[in-house]
T-cell receptor, first 112, second 113 residues
């Protein structure tokens, strides 16, 4: 158990819908990262937050957005969903000054 | 752009050593990582190495880094059936605190009895 929690574990929704994925980082970790794992694209970095502020963007679509709240949990919002958005979405967190990113168990999103 | 390459499959006999290889292109990479993913599970951090190191050993795991050739390898000694998983190589560039990881496609390690 990495200490990073993600909810829900599974999500099934229809094209055109909007969903919110939630992540709670390890206690005390200020950095949160979101990644997408799909068969086509592999594991891709989406976005990073540090203490509530966006720090870096990767291959995140404009239909996707994220935020980190004062209690440090983070949410990834996916809108206008397409079949190709079906994937595993991972959250990771990191302690300031250290270099290890610890991953949560992931949310499996299926778009039908 | 950044790219991390790994071979897709490696088959070894139980008890032998496994060597999983990775090449990366970003010469500014600061840290290189190995993650393990078992079926239906998340990513488990195995080990990482700073780019100014040549080698790191941790129990059955040995990481070798050839910075000149941008080649990273993970050696698993005495491979067991529990080592069967997908192994991902990843790199990060720690500039300004922006350190999202770039992953390879993963190497499926298959253990033969």
């Amino acid at each position: 158990d990495s200490g990073v929690t993600q909810t829900p574990k599974h999500l099934i929704t229809a094209t055109g819908q909007r969903v919110t994925l939630r992540c709670s980082p390890r206690s005390g970790d200020l950095s949160v990262y979101w990644y997408q794992q799909s068969l086509d694209q592999g594991l891709q970095f989406l976005i990073q937050y540090y203490n509530g502020e966006e720090r870096a963007k990767g291959n995140i679509l404009e239909r996707f957005s994220a935020q980190q709240f004062p209690d440090l949990h983070s949410e990834l919002n996916l809108s206008s969903l397409e079949l190709g958005d079906s994937a595993l979405y991972f959250c990771a967190s990191k302690t300031s000054g250290l270099y290890e990113q610890y991953f949560g168990p992931g949310t499996r999103l299926t778009v039908t | 752009g950044e790219d991390v390459e790994q071979s897709l499959f490696l088959s070894v006999r139980e008890g032998d050593s496994s060597v999983i290889n990775c090449t990366y292109t970003d010469s500014s990479s600061t840290y290189l990582y190995w993650y393990k993913q078992e079926p239906g599970a998340g990513l488990q951090l195995l080990t990482y190495i700073f780019s100014n190191m040549d080698m790191k050993q941790d129990q059955r795991l040995t990481v070798l880094l050839n910075k000149k050739d941008k080649h990273l390898s993970l050696r698993i000694a005495d491979t067991q059936t529990g080592d069967s998983a997908i192994y991902f190589c990843a790199e990060s560039y720690s500039g300004g605190g922006a350190d999202g990881l770039t992953f390879g496609k993963g190497t499926h390690l298959i253990i033969q009895p």
